[in-house]
């Protein structure tokens, strides 16, 4: 079988198994790549000469399987790429997506030099990781409620070189600061916490709803649990002055603003996803 063929019957077995999915042919296209150790040029230049081997057909196979079963791209590879770099991702951690570039983008006008940036809800690392990567003589810490997705931002950390300036701690918000050694005030905290209403969960597409993990999707009821939690503590680790960066639901923006504004923030802002739907809120901590 040539590579233009197993392509050509990736995207219809996608097709078929998952009719729903726009992102089909891109979607056969990089699992064929995995599959077979190649890149986009091998399609475009060799594929009707190119012969897929028994073996590379075999795991292409099996992650057609994998992918019409609703399981995103991004968990049968293990990776995503996110702000121009590569992440390793497992079902343990939310997959990086285009919407938290937004705020990664927004926070990096903050950073500068010896700063201190706490990640709330962490995840894969991929936000605090970026802002290192993207900025000299900064460190962070990281914190999240699952071992799980620690161990694969720690994995991030060592793949970007960064371990010498990321931390990770495991636990409930700011509990996760508790116990270690005497820390001074952050300069910067940026988090993408739980932010999906519960009850809202299980309408969404199977990718998510199905596939990623539930404890980092639920912010309660009506989705703000954790930015009331976020602001409650959020005096005792912030300087005054220090900037509070979060991403929101796309109907939640205002709510936040205004939490944050009874909560003692100033120079509140509102920031637009390129999609034109407000999510991102920042404010500077006032006295």
Same mark, same amino acid.
């Given at each position: 079988?040539?590579?233009?063929?197993?392509?050509?019957?990736?995207?219809?077995?996608?097709?078929?198994?998952?009719?729903?999915?726009?992102?089909?042919?891109?979607?056969?296209?990089?699992?064929?790549?995995?599959?077979?150790?190649?890149?986009?040029?091998?399609?475009?230049?060799?594929?009707?000469?190119?012969?897929?081997? +028994?073996? /590379?057909?075999?795991?292409? &196979? @099996? #992650?057609? =399987?994998?992918? *019409? !079963?609703?399981?995103?791209?991004?968990?049968?590879?293990?990776?995503?790429?996110?702000?121009?770099?590569?992440?390793?991702?497992?079902?343990?951690?939310?997959?990086?997506?285009? +919407?938290? /570039?937004n705020l990664v983008e &927004? @926070? #990096?006008? =903050?950073?500068? *030099? !010896?700063?201190?940036?706490?990640?709330?809800?962490?995840?894969?690392?991929?936000?605090?990781?970026?802002?290192?990567?993207?900025?000299?003589?900064?460190?962070?810490?990281?914190? +999240?409620?699952?071992?799980?997705?620690?161990?694969?931002?720690? =994995?991030?950390?060592?793949?970007?070189?960064?371990?010498?300036?990321?931390?990770?701690?495991?636990?409930?918000?700011?509990?996760?600061?508790?116990?270690?050694?005497?820390?001074?005030?952050?300069?910067?905290?940026?988090?993408?916490?739980?932010?999906?209403?519960?009850?809202?969960?299980?309408?969404?597409?199977?990718?998510?709803a199905k596939m990623e993990?539930?404890?980092?999707?639920?912010?309660?009821?009506?989705?703000?649990?954790?930015?009331?939690?976020?602001?409650?503590?959020?005096?005792?680790?912030?300087?005054?002055?220090?900037?509070l960066m979060m991403e929101?639901?796309?109907?939640?923006?205002?709510?936040?603003?205004?939490?944050?504004?009874?909560?003692?923030?100033?120079?509140?802002?509102?920031?637009?996803?390129?999609?034109?739907?407000?999510?991102?809120?920042?404010?500077?901590?006032?006295?």
């Amino acid at each position: 079988m040539t590579y233009r063929e197993a392509y050509n019957i990736g995207v219809a077995r996608l097709e078929a198994a998952i009719p729903e999915n726009p992102d089909r042919k891109l979607d056969a296209r990089l699992l064929l790549e995995a599959a077979c150790g190649t890149d986009y040029q091998t399609l475009l230049a060799d594929g009707n000469e190119r012969i897929v081997t +028994d073996e /590379e057909l075999r795991r292409y &196979e @099996a #992650m057609l =399987e994998r992918r *019409g !079963g609703h399981e995103p791209v991004a968990y049968i590879l293990g990776a995503q790429d996110f702000m121009g770099l590569p992440f390793y991702v497992t079902r343990d951690v939310l997959i990086p997506n285009q +919407d938290t /570039e937004n705020l990664v983008e &927004e @926070a #990096m006008k =903050e950073v500068h *030099g !010896g700063m201190r940036i706490l990640d709330l809800c962490t995840g894969s690392g991929c936000i605090l990781l970026s802002l290192l990567h993207y900025s000299a003589d900064t460190i962070g810490v990281g914190t +999240d409620l699952s071992a799980a997705a620690l161990r694969v931002a720690a =994995e991030n950390g060592r793949r970007l070189g960064l371990s010498d300036r990321a931390v990770w701690r495991q636990g409930d918000l700011y509990e996760a600061l508790a116990g270690g050694e005497s820390l001074p005030k952050f300069d910067l905290i940026v988090s993408n916490p739980p932010y999906i209403p519960t009850g809202v969960i299980g309408t969404l597409m199977p990718e998510v709803a199905k596939m990623e993990p539930w404890m980092a999707l639920d912010g309660g009821e009506d989705g703000l649990t954790f930015y009331r939690r976020i602001l409650e503590g959020a005096r005792d680790e912030l300087k005054i002055g220090g900037v509070l960066m979060m991403e929101t639901g796309f109907d939640e923006a205002a709510d936040v603003a205004a939490m944050m504004r009874q909560s003692g923030f100033l120079d509140l802002q509102i920031i637009r996803d390129y999609g034109g739907q407000d999510r991102i809120v920042r404010g500077e901590l006032g006295l």
